[in-house]
Nanobody, 127 residues
Framework: QVQVVESGGGLVQAGGSLRLSCTASGFSFDRSAMSWFRQAPGKGREGVSCLNWSGKETYYSDSVKGRFTISRDNTKDTLYLQMSSLKPEDTAMYYC????????????????????WGQGTQVTVSS
């Protein structure tokens, strides 16, 4: 059974940092590209970042480029998102999801047809 569990969110002041984690099970994590998505209240889910199976190819949305860093530990089946210089507009529920392939496709930021979304982890940035 595919399962992802996000953690590490919290309340932080603008300019602060947080590190999110996503622990995965039930699929071949080390063969899967992994992505982070977020959803703010009243808005659709948007792609934040994607990382290929090896961790050597990264992609970011323009809104987080230069502030967020995605990484993974395939020995622990865990995905990370280091968030720095946080802004109030980063406030959202953050989710992770595996890709269909081992690499990030050009459509990585589109919300995937993923049946096993986790509960997410809430990030709230105060101004």
């Amino acid at each position: 059974q595919v399962q992802v569990v996000e953690s590490g969110g919290g309340l932080v002041q603008a300019g602060g940092s947080l590190r999110l984690s996503c622990t995965a099970s039930g699929f071949s994590f080390d063969r899967s590209a992994m992505s982070w998505f977020r959803q703010a209240p009243g808005k659709g889910r948007e792609g934040v970042s994607c990382l290929n199976w090896s961790g050597k190819e990264t992609y970011y949305s323009d809104s987080v480029k230069g502030r967020f860093t995605i990484s993974r530990d395939n020995t622990k089946d865990t995905l990370y998102l280091q968030m720095s210089s946080l802004k109030p507009e980063d406030t959202a529920m953050y989710y992770c999801a595996p890709g269909t392939y081992s690499v990030c496709l050009s459509t990585w930021s589109d919300t995937p047809d993923f049946a096993d979304w986790g509960q997410g982890t809430q990030v709230t940035v105060s101004s």
